[in-house]
């Protein structure tokens, strides 16, 4: 079992930047495959990012590319979301997940298998 906690969400100017963290409770952490998610109100979950276990591999949605950045911290059990030029349309509850140990990243919600609480992110024009 893997226990996710996000943090760092908030109220934040449209051009503005937010670091959201992930902590997990896991042994092995590093086996774990992480995505970050969101929500919009009436809006189906859609996927923001991904790394792989150790790092090295990651993928994000063609709307965040080049203004969102995650990253993880094994030795803290923590990935970030490091978001900047923060847009209106990112507002959502943002969610942090974990695949099963091992397997490979995806940007697809039901392959993912222990979620967070979520964390607010909203962001004012």
């Known amino acids: 079992q893997v226990q996710l906690v996000e943090s760092g969400g908030g109220l934040v100017q449209a051009g503005g930047s937010l670091r959201l963290s992930c902590a997990a409770s896991?042994?092995?952490?590093?086996?774990?495959?992480i995505g970050w998610f969101r929500q919009a109100p009436r809006l189906e979950r859609e996927f923001v990012a991904a790394?792989?276990?150790?790092?090295?591999?990651?993928d994000y949605a063609d709307s965040v590319k080049g203004r969102f950045t995650i990253s993880r911290d094994n030795t803290r059990n923590t990935v970030y979301l490091q978001m900047s030029s923060l847009k209106p349309e990112d507002t959502a509850v943002y969610y942090c997940?974990?695949?099963?140990?091992?397997?490979?990243?995806?940007?697809?919600?039901?392959?993912?298998?222990?979620w967070g609480q979520g964390t607010q992110v909203t962001v004012s024009s």
């Open positions: 997940s974990a695949r099963y140990k091992y397997a490979r990243t995806s940007n697809l919600a039901a392959e993912y298998a222990f």
């Open positions: 896991a042994r092995t952490f590093s086996a774990y495959p």
């Open positions: 790394t792989s276990g150790a790092g090295g591999n990651t």
